[in-house]
């Protein structure tokens, strides 16, 4: 049985579904791991300037980025963001604040429980 309490011009609250998804946080030292994780077409490393521009020049920067397709267009994350594999097998990029705000560590056990695989 479905039960609707929603109501015209109410405002209610809502609470995220529990869901486990994968994530890397981008960085020089997670570069290569980042590239065998994040397996869309089209993906590729960047440099971010001083104002948070993304370019493609050989001119070497401190900031690292990537560039991340998605259906909304191509995404931008920068060194310390994190990328996000999401529950349809879509990446995108997640500022480290609202990460921590939405996301936190899964034992690995638990995980392996939730997936079905009980030989973890």
Known sequence: MVINFWHKGDIMKYRKRTVVI?????GWDTWNEVCDFVT???FKGCYIDK???PYDSETWSDTMGA???TL???MIAKEGDFIIK???GKFYPCKPDIFAKTYEPVECQAFWQQSG????
């Open 22 to 26: 994968e994530a890397i946080k981008l």
């Open 40 to 42: 869309v077409k089209g």
């Open 67 to 69: 560039k991340i397709p």
């Open 51 to 53: 104002n948070g521009v």
């Open 72 to 74: 909304d267009g191509v």
């Open 86 to 88: 999401g529950i349809n």
């Open 117 to 120: 695989d009980t030989d973890a």
